[in-house]
Every structure is written in C-alpha cells, then in structure tokens.
C-alpha cells in the first residue's frame, strides 16, 4: 500500500506519518508539502532516512507538479491534511486559504481521477458546522448537522467538503472525509491557542485571551484523531462523512488557568485582548458514528495529554524557539502589539 500524505510537515500530517510508519511498517508514506511558514522540514528529520518514507516540496494547488508526483508514485490512497489552518490569518487575508484549501483539493482529486486511487481522504473540520450556544449544552454537531460557517478558514474548508462530495456522486470518485474538532500534541505550531499559551508562560510574557475567555472548544489528543483516520481509510464506507471528538469541552479561559498551573506561572500573565471578529463560541463534537461503525475512542484523558503536551514544549524548546525567532515575530506584532 502507497499512501499520498500532504501537508505531513505540519501539526496534524507528521503525527500521522509517524503514526502510520509505525502501526503499517510495511506501507509506503509520500509526504507533499509546500513547506510554508506552518511547514517545518526538522519535524520529520527523523525519518528523512527512512526506506519507506519519501517527502516532495510541491504545492498541492499546483497542477503540473501534483500530476507529475502521481505519474511516477501512483499512490493507492490519498490523505489530503494539506491547507492553511489559521482562522486569525483568514480574517487577515482570505486568498491563500481559497488558493489552498478549495483549488488545491480540487487539483488533487483531478490527479486522483486521471491516476486512479482506491481512496482519497479529506481532513476537514467541525468548524464548518459553525458554532453552538452556550446556554445549550444539550446540542452536539452530527454528520447531519448543515453546514454554516464563520470564517474564510471554515467556509474555504467548508467548499472543499462540498466539492469533495460532489466529485464522489459526479465522478464516482471512492472518498471519505473526517470532521475532527480541535488537536493539540506534540508539534502544534505556536500561533494556536494551547503552543502559544505554552511558550508566552515559559518566556514570562502576557497570555492574551480574546475577549472574555469563555468560549468553548472540544479538545483532542492528535494521536486519536490519527488513529481515527487510519481506521476511515481501512474500514470506512465511501462518500461517508465521519465526526470524530472525544467529548472534552473546554473553556479557553480554563485551559489558559492550567497552563499556568502545570508550568507555576502566575495568573497575573493573563492579559484579556480584543476578540476575534466573528468568534464561534462552542464547538461539540457527536463522535457516535465513528464510535457505533468503526469501533473508535479516544485513548488520551485531556489531564494526561496536556500534561505530555507541555512536557513535550519543555524537552523540545529548540524545536519552537526557532520558529518563534523568525517570520513569526512579524506576525505576532501585527496580530498581538495594541490589540
Ligand atoms: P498546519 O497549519 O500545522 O499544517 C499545514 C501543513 O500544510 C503545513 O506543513 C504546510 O506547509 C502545508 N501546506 C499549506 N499549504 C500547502 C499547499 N498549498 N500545498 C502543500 N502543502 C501545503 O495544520 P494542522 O493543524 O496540522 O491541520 C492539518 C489539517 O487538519 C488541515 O486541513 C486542517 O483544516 C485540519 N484540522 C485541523 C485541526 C486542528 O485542531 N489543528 C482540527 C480539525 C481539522
Ligand atoms: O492568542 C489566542 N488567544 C485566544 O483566546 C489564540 C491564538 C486563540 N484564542 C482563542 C480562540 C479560540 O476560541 O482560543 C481558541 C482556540 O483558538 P485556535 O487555537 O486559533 O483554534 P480554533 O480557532 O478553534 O481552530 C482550530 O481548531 C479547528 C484549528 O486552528 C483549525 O485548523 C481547526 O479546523
């Protein structure tokens, strides 16, 4: 078995390259990543090596480049992680996330029906449910649940999962497509929520919380959101959607509080900042299809996988220093210097 891994230099895609090379260390793993600023070719030095790991540089919306990796690869299955992920940057500037996110799923499920696949995955996301009331904590979002997006981040998502779906009922393309709610682990980039809270604590400096901190995410450990979509490409249905969330809602004011806890950093840190333009306020995952079809559950409790997250940010300080050295430093002005 082949498997095609874009966007496997980021959070989410070298957690399951290395997950996938260790549970089928038999398959072989071709990583294509574009290498942008979220794109860190030291996560995956450990396996550069590797006689079944293999890793271009290309930009998935690229069509020419994308073709000529499936001409010579000609992967058995597609697991597309690759886009741009950061709601804050889409309010920003939305073009690249239509770029990468819509067009560049198009140009590989083209790839996929010129080549032939057995399986294109997609990884989308709960945000395209939109959000939920927090006087509400009866409502859950099911695969059925319509979709009604925030963001140019969730709506670019959102568009891919339309298309996805449609090249399945059109082209009788064999898909799937997962709809996880937020990750946290080892290699999360440190705009996000809990690496940046982790890295402000342990250089002594302000941890901004938008607005008042009550705002609801659904966290998981990315190891089971891996494990989720090793399970989908195996043994889930086509043109199936799966939720997949492990029932941990969290407000963002609480984790930031435990951060503090874990790290015995003081709360005075906590600096609340303007909100973000058109925050969702809960996310809530109903995971019983995965769960009832699959067998899946989450194995981390959010107690243990913080604490190895935050162990992981202590051991691996190089890792995030050098990131937060460079470009980032412009980016964290502009989005955090009189906010
Ligand atoms: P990330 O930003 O950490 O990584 C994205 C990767 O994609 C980077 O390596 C980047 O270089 C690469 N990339 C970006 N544009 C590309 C392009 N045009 N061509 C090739 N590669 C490109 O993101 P992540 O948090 O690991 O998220 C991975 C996927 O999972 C995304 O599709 C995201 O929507 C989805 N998702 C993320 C979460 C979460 O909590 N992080 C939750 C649910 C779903
Ligand atoms: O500095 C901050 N302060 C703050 O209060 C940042 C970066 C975030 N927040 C809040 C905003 C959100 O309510 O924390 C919460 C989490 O924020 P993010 O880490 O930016 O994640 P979110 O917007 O929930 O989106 C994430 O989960 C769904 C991923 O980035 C998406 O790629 C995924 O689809």
């Known amino acids: 078995?082949?498997?095609?891994?874009t966007g496997g230099a980021g959070f989410i895609g070298s957690n399951f390259i290395f997950h996938m090379l260790n549970a089928h260390p038999e398959y072989d793993i071709?990583?294509?990543?574009?290498?942008?600023?979220?794109?860190?070719?030291?996560?995956?030095?450990?396996?550069?090596?590797?006689?079944?790991?293999?890793?271009?540089?290309?930009?998935?919306?690229?069509?020419?480049?994308?073709?000529r990796i499936f001409e010579s690869e000609k992967p058995d299955v597609v697991v597309n992680f690759a886009a741009e992920s950061h709601?804050?940057?889409s309010i920003e500037n939305p073009e690249i996330f239509?770029?990468?996110?819509?067009?560049?799923?198009?140009?590989?499920?083209?790839?996929c029906r010129k080549f032939g696949i057995q399986r294109y995955h997609q990884v989308s996301t709960d945000e395209v449910y939109g959000d939920l009331p927090l006087d509400r904590p009866d409502l859950f979002f099911t695969e059925e649940t319509p979709i009604h997006t925030s963001s140019p981040y969730s709506s670019s998502k959102a568009s891919a999962d339309l298309l996805v779906l449609a090249y399945h009922r059109t082209y009788g393309l064999p898909v799937t497509i997962s709809r996880c709610s937020n990750n946290y682990g080892p290699y999360h980039f440190p705009e996000k929520l809990i690496p940046l809270m982790i890295a402000?604590?342990?250089?002594?400096?302000?941890?901004?919380?938008?607005?008042?901190?009550?705002?609801?995410?659904?966290?998981?450990?990315?190891?089971?959101?891996?494990?989720?979509?090793?399970?989908?490409?195996?043994?889930g249905?086509?043109?199936?959607?799966?939720?997949?969330?492990?029932?941990?809602?969290?407000?963002?004011?609480d984790i930031v509080k435990l951060i503090c806890k874990e790290l015995d950093k003081p709360e005075s840190l906590i600096t609340y900042v303007t909100d973000r333009k058109g925050h969702d306020m809960r996310y809530a995952i109903d995971p019983t299809k995965i769960h009832n079809e699959l067998g899946w559950l989450p194995e981390t409790k959010f107690a243990d996988g913080i604490k190895k997250t935050i162990?992981?940010?202590?051991?691996?300080?190089e890792w995030w220093e050098e990131i937060i050295s460079g470009e980032y430093q412009n980016y964290y002005e502009k989005m955090y210097t009189n906010r």
């Open 1 to 5: 078995m082949k498997i095609i891994v």
């Open 30 to 67: 071709i990583c294509i990543d574009a290498l942008t600023y979220a794109g860190n070719l030291s996560t995956l030095k450990s396996i550069m090596n590797h006689p079944y790991f293999k890793f271009y540089r290309a930009d998935i919306a690229d069509r020419e480049a994308i073709y």
């Open 87 to 89: 709601v804050d940057r």
């Open 98 to 111: 239509l770029r990468t996110n819509i067009m560049g799923t198009a140009v590989l499920m083209d790839a």
């Open 200 to 235: 402000n604590a342990l250089n002594d400096k302000p941890l901004p919380v938008y607005g008042e901190g009550l705002n609801v995410r659904d966290w998981l450990y990315v190891e089971d959101h891996c494990r989720a979509i090793d399970l989908i490409i195996h043994n």
């Open 237 to 253: 249905k086509v043109g199936e959607v799966y939720n997949v969330g492990g029932h941990n809602e969290m407000r963002n004011i």
């Open 311 to 317: 162990q992981w940010y202590l051991d691996n300080r």
